[in-house]
């Protein structure tokens, strides 16, 4: 059974714990660095006020990533720690203890929180799992908003380097974007030497994918009306070099491309 209720307020760089007792009297306040020193004053702080971890029980606010580190030192000594979605947490305390805001007096509002609802609270915490689940979510989504920018970017550099390729094949395909790697223009297609510019479509897994034929690649850069543009032969390679990362770190595989 728990007999002490902490809450706990973290920042980046620093964390204040208050613990309460089961008829809510505070029996302590910490106000620590969030680093191994100030990890073992808590601890320090808990195994002065309860017997053992198991009369121990933690809520904290989900704070971005600063509350992660804390999060799993205490779950890693057995304590018993939830983290609770902040909107519970700031209409409690609308309805209770916060009149000013103060990191302490969060760390507090937090802990009567805990004690209040201690028997359901577990039913509206936000696991490490689910956690974990959502942040990536939101890096693949955010990954995902780049290559599209990206993408939109070596559209309208072609425009302007090569206009007639788009309509040859697909440009983000693999072959055309490691092919415009080398050669990132009409003008640079129709100047290449052969043997060069063939090399430039094989895949660096040594495999020759082609949708479209060289000879036709070259043709339409002999006739192309593309402007000289030496900063977007700069440029262009450089965006596709970017978009094969996100891709490759999205799927793993550059592979995963339209072919």
Not at 161 to 171: D, G, I, S, Y
């Amino acid at each position: 059974m728990e007999s002490l209720f902490v809450g706990v307020d973290v920042s980046k760089d620093y964390f204040c714990a208050s613990g309460l007792d089961v008829q809510g009297n505070v029996m302590f306040s910490l106000t620590a660095a969030a680093d191994r020193t100030g990890f073992e004053a808590m601890m320090n702080a808990l195994s002065s006020h309860a017997a053992n971890v198991e009369e121990v029980m933690i809520a904290m606010e989900s704070s971005g990533c600063y509350h992660l580190n804390l999060f799993s030192f205490l779950t890693s000594k057995n304590i018993k720690t939830v983290v609770v979605n902040p909107l519970l947490i700031a209409n409690y305390g609308k309805l209770s203890l916060r009149k000013t805001k103060t990191d302490k007096k969060d760390a507090l509002v937090i802990a009567h929180y805990l004690l209040s609802h201690r028997e359901t609270i577990s039913q509206c915490s936000i696991s490490q799992g689910y956690q974990d689940l959502r942040d990536m979510a939101r890096e693949r989504e955010f990954t995902g908003k780049m290559i599209a920018g990206i993408k939109n970017d070596i559209k309208r550099m072609l425009q302007g380097t090569f206009p007639e390729l788009e309509k040859l094949a697909n440009v983000f395909s693999d072959t055309m974007l490691y092919l415009l790697k080398t050669f990132p223009s009409a003008r640079l297609v129709a100047n290449a030497d052969e043997k060069d510019l063939r090399q430039a479509f094989i895949h660096p897994d040594k495999r020759m994918r082609l949708v479209v034929k060289p000879e036709k690649i070259r043709e339409a850069a002999l006739n192309s009306v593309a402007s000289i543009s030496p900063a977007k032969e700069m440029m262009l390679p450089g965006k596709i070099e970017t978009l094969l990362y996100l891709s490759f770190k999205t799927t793993d595989d550059v592979s995963g491309f339209e072919r």
